[in-house]
């Protein structure tokens, strides 16, 4: 099992509100991303506060030869307890009212991957054939592309592309989606935050990771096309490869 992690501010936000984190455990890898938002400082403490929650959480719970309903316990557990930590915060706090966080995680064991997913933030299995998208957005436009009221192409360039519906912290209780994935040998796993997905095609996206010798230059790689692209929102990225593929929703 192999991974690399990145994130960079981009080209136009004066600070990162991103997190990931990637831990390495013998029964299994955990990764995560989180997108935080709220005004000043907010995003960056959502995100930070969600993340280390939720992976402690995950630490916690991990056992050897986890089903996927276990995994997909476990993964619903650091979600929500992420969740009370980050809604908490902001209702004791008067500066971080209304902060919250997006969130895409995984637990990748040998009996098997479940993602799990809160807003926008995505996963992708990447491999030569394309990227494909493994999570479905909380947001507008994607609502509003099920609905058949726009195109991806529209919902790549709308005003309101940035709206989420669903988020860590914002609520009492939050909802997440879980999915179980498996990967064929050499598939990459790609967990980001928005700002790598749109910046870059998922055609561009599959075109780069592939061709780079190794996971850390392909994040490296990821990272200087979305800035490259325009760099609008912080970028990050986490790569992981191990040796399975195809998904079917929780």
């Known amino acids: 099992m192999t991974s690399y992690g990145k994130s960079d501010r981009g080209c136009v936000r004066p600070t990162n509100q991103d997190s990931f984190a990637i831990d390495m455990q013998p029964e299994a890898a955990l990764l995560a991303v989180c997108d935080g938002m709220g005004g000043a400082n907010a995003g960056n403490v959502a995100s930070r506060f969600a993340i280390e929650t939720f992976m402690g959480a995950l630490r916690e719970g991990l056992q050897p030869d986890m089903d996927a309903a276990a995994r997909q316990s476990l993964l619903r557990t650091a979600v929500e307890r992420a969740n009370d930590t980050v809604y908490h915060l902001s209702v004791a706090q008067p500066e971080f009212r209304g902060m919250g966080t997006t969130l895409v995680g995984c637990i990748a064991a040998k009996t098997g991957m479940t993602l799990v997913n809160v807003g926008d933030s995505r996963a992708y299995c990447v491999h030569t054939g394309g990227a494909q998208r493994l999570t479905e957005d909380h947001s507008y436009v994607e609502e509003m592309m099920r609905r058949g009221k726009l195109t991806e192409e529209a919902a790549r360039v709308h005003p309101n592309k940035n709206l989420i519906t669903r988020a860590i912290g914002i609520d009492p209780e939050v909802e997440c989606d879980l999915y179980e994935v498996t990967l064929a040998p050499n598939d990459v796993l790609l967990l980001c935050?928005?700002?790598?997905?749109?910046?870059?095609?998922?055609?561009?996206?599959?075109?780069?990771?592939?061709?780079?010798?190794?996971?850390?230059?392909?994040?490296?790689?990821?990272?200087?096309?979305?800035?490259?692209?325009?760099?609008?929102?912080?970028?990050?990225?986490?790569?992981?490869?191990?040796?399975?593929?195809?998904?079917?929703?929780?």
């Open 193 to 250: 935050s928005d700002g790598l997905s749109g910046m870059v095609r998922d055609e561009e996206i599959s075109r780069i990771v592939c061709t780079q010798d190794t996971l850390q230059t392909a994040g490296d790689a990821l990272v200087e096309q979305a800035k490259q692209n325009g760099g609008q929102d912080n970028i990050t990225v986490v790569l992981y490869r191990d040796d399975h593929a195809e998904t079917e929703e929780a």
